[in-house]
T-cell receptor, first 112, second 114 residues
Framework: GDSVTQMEGPVTLSEEAFLTINCTYT??????LFWYVQYPGEGLQLLLK?????DKGSNKGFEATYRKETTSFHLEKGSVQVSDSAVYFC???????????FGAGTQVVVTP | ETGVTQSPTHLIKTRGQQVTLRCSSQ?????VSWYQQALGQGPQFIFQ???????GRGNFPPRFSGLQFPNYSSELNVNALELDDSALYLC?????????????FGPGTRLTVL
C-alpha cells in the first residue's frame, strides 16, 4: 500500500540555521506530494505541494522538489526563525479527492 | 481561520461507550474527510463523504461511521469505544473535486477513552 516515511524528530536548530526534513514515499501510480505544518494549538495547514515529477513547491521560504527517481520530497529552508517551530508532515494523495496518506511528522524546535 | 469548526474541543469517555463528534464546513464545501491522529503520529484517513454518500474508507472497522448533512455539517460516530481510540480527530472539507490544496482542516476534537 501507499506510505510515507519521514525523519524522526525532534530536530533542534538555532535561528538562521539551514533546515532539511527528509521524506520518502511508496505509492502505486503518480501521487501528488504535500507538506503540512501544525503549529502548537492550531490545525493542520498546507505549506506547499507538487503534483508531478521535478515540480518544486515553495512557500514562506520553504521548498521541496518532487524526485521520482529517488521517491523523495525533502523539505528545506535556508534560514529558520523561532516562529518556524512546529510539527511538519509529509503527505501524498493518489486521487483528486484529497484523501491523504501522512507520514508520522517531524517536530522542529528553533531556539533564539 | 479556515472556516471549519469542530465540537466539542475535548471529550472524555469510558471504554464501551459511544461518541459523536461534529464538524461544520464552509458553505459550498460538499466533500468532507475525517482523520484520526494518535499522539505523536500523523493523521490516518478514516473516511470521506461527498454529497452525503461515503466516498472512500481507510483501514478502520465498521464501528467508525459517519453522516453528512445538506447544511455542510457532518458527524463521526464511534461505537464500542476502545482505549486505542484515544486521539485527536480532524475533519477537513473542500469544494467538490478541487483536490487537497483547497482542503481546509478543523482544529480537531481531542477524545480520551478511559
Amino acid at each position: 500500500g501507499d506510505s510515507v516515511t519521514q525523519m524522526e524528530g525532534p530536530v533542534t536548530l538555532s535561528e538562521e540555521a539551514f533546515l532539511t526534513i527528509n521524506c520518502t514515499y511508496t505509492a502505486t501510480g503518480y501521487p501528488s506530494l504535500f507538506w503540512y505544518v501544525q503549529y502548537p494549538g492550531e490545525g493542520l495547514q498546507l505549506l506547499l505541494k507538487a503534483t508531478k515529477a521535478d515540480d518544486k513547491g515553495s512557500n514562506k521560504g520553504f521548498e521541496a522538489t518532487y524526485r521520482k527517481e529517488t521517491t523523495s520530497f525533502h523539505l528545506e529552508k535556508g534560514s529558520v526563525q523561532v516562529s518556524d517551530s512546529a510539527v511538519y508532515f509529509c503527505a501524498l494523495s493518489v486521487d483528486s479527492w484529497g484523501k491523504l496518506q501522512f507520514g508520522a511528522g517531524t517536530q522542529v524546535v528553533v531556539t533564539p | 481561520e479556515t472556516g471549519v469548526t469542530q465540537s466539542p474541543t475535548h471529550l472524555i469517555k469510558t471504554r464501551g461507550q459511544q461518541v459523536t463528534l461534529r464538524c461544520s464546513s464552509q458553505s459550498g464545501h460538499n466533500t468532507v474527510s475525517w482523520y484520526q491522529q494518535a499522539l505523536g503520529q500523523g493523521p490516518q484517513f478514516i473516511f470521506q463523504y461527498y454529497r452525503e454518500e461515503e466516498n472512500g474508507r481507510g483501514n478502520f472497522p465498521p464501528r467508525f461511521s459517519g453522516l453528512q448533512f445538506p447544511n455542510y455539517s457532518s458527524e463521526l460516530n464511534v461505537n464500542a469505544l476502545e482505549l486505542d481510540d484515544s486521539a485527536l480527530y480532524l475533519c477537513a472539507s473542500s469544494p467538490t473535486g478541487t483536490g487537497p490544496d483547497t482542503q481546509y482542516f478543523g482544529p480537531g476534537t481531542r477524545l480520551t477513552v478511559l
